[in-house]
């Protein structure tokens, strides 16, 4: 099953030797001894699939017991936040650079005359603002290291950029349209703009047209990756934005219900990343871009569908059908449950300056629309509500902006 690789065998089966070691890792920990014990060491890239799949519980666990450290050459040991949405922070480890010298080996969005505005959050322990450091770093730009500002700060600093002449800014898409929309809201331009570097999230098909506005010569250079694996892949402006050319240091695998996983054939990655699955879904492909071998098209987390009330509520097309909606920069769906049983749905949207939609009309058609919405909520429809707010519910631990959040209600 060899298609199912980003890599061909004869490029990946004489670097097995990282994934063995891994494994003989992942077999020295306790509570996880019991899942490896009938495996042989993966010598073939089927051997390698027949292995257990790792999350991120079992990931997380072994991190506890093995708490690696990088080499003496490579620097510090560096602590990051590798948790879901919930609970309290789970830990990731990376040394100093962030393995970021092989993807700008393969990946230079940034030259040398970029003016790079990092504007990932830093501090918390969050990984994406020091890795677009370490990259810019190797870029030899020059680097605004801004982070994450309040919201009556933006029309300042984005008048700073314009004078600054600022060619270049990276974030989550989240954070990118909240920069845009500020600088629509103002009538801001960014004429010197020409790039825009994400990770973290999907890109937003929304953030298309604030660059329309705000910066018509910008194009999107993205990443893919996640705490556990670091970059896995990265896209040009060539490619669509949910495809990615993979690294050779990452193996990606296409196993059951389309869950990638993902194995690590870097001798210095320290978490042990072997099978791990991210949640979420993807194929190998060939990117329309023309580059040569397989590209990963990700289609999305799997864990995206919710029950309510028994049915199966598909998240991310409900939040998509709302932001298809002209006037609506960002929906959010939150779950209000009583006593395990689901209460309310609430339809956040984030109405964008010039044309709110019709809230009413929204939530009827997607009542209409949405089978699990109509059935669960066939005796009780004002359960689910489609409301105006200033502001989405986001973590502020993760800083991230969910397309979903569960409560407990009162
Ligand atoms: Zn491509």
């Known amino acids: 099953m060899t298609d199912l690789f980003s890599l061909p065998p004869a490029t990946a089966e004489p670097r097995l030797h990282i994934a063995r070691r891994t494994l003989e890792q992942l077999r020295s920990v306790p509570e996880l001894a019991h899942r490896y014990a009938g495996s042989g060491a993966p010598r073939t890239l089927d051997d390698l699939a027949a292995l257990p799949a790792l999350d991120k519980d079992g990931l997380n666990t072994a991190l506890a017991h093995l708490a690696p450290r990088a080499d003496r050459g490579a620097g510090a040991t560096w602590l990051f936040q590798s948790g879901g949405s919930t609970g309290a922070p789970k830990v990731g480890y990376a040394p100093t650079g962030f393995y970021m010298a092989g993807v700008h080996a393969r990946w230079q969005p940034l030259e040398r005359d970029d003016v790079f505005v990092n504007a990932w959050g830093a501090g918390r322990m969050w990984g994406a603002h020091f890795l677009a ?119 990606v695998h296409v196993g059951a219900e389309d869950l990638l996983d993902f194995t690590t054939l870097n001798p210095d990655m320290l978490n042990p990343v072997l099978r791990y699955r991210t949640g979420d879904a993807g194929t190998l492909l060939a990117c329309p871009c023309g580059r040569p071998g397989a590209a990963m098209r990700v289609l999305g987390r799997r864990d995206s569908v919710v029950q309510v009330r028994g049915l199966g509520l598909d998240v991310d097309g409900v939040v998509a059908r709302a932001e298809r909606e002209p006037g609506v920069s960002r929906a959010q769906l939150v779950i209000t449950e009583l006593r395990g049983r689901v209460a309310t749905v609430d339809l956040l949207l984030l109405t964008a300056p010039g044309g709110p939609p019709d809230t009413e009309r929204l939530r009827k058609d997607l009542l209409s629309a949405t ?40």
């Open 371 to 410: 089978f699990t919405l109509s059935t669960a909520f066939q005796h009780d429809p004002e359960s689910f509500r489609v409301r105006r707010v200033d502001e989405l519910i986001s973590n502020g631990r993760t800083g991230k902006t969910a397309a979903l959040v569960v409560r407990e209600g009162a």
């Open 133 to 251: 450091a370490a990259l810019a770093d190797l870029s030899g730009c020059r680097i605004l290291a801004v982070g994450s500002v309040a919201t009556e700060e933006y029309a300042d600093w984005l008048a700073f950029f314009a004078a600054a002449g600022v060619t270049a800014i990276g974030g989550t898409p989240s954070v990118l349209r909240l920069w845009f929309a500020h600088a629509r809201a103002a009538g801001l331009e960014l004429p010197a703009l020409r790039k825009v570097l994400w990770l973290g999230e999907a890109w937003q098909p929304q953030l298309d047209a604030d660059l329309a506005a705000v910066a018509p010569r910008a194009r999107r250079w993205g990443m893919f990756g996640s705490t556990e694996t670091w970059v896995v892949g990265t896209n040009t402006p060539d490619c669509p934005a949910d495809t990615f050319h993979t690294l050779p240091e990452q193996l």
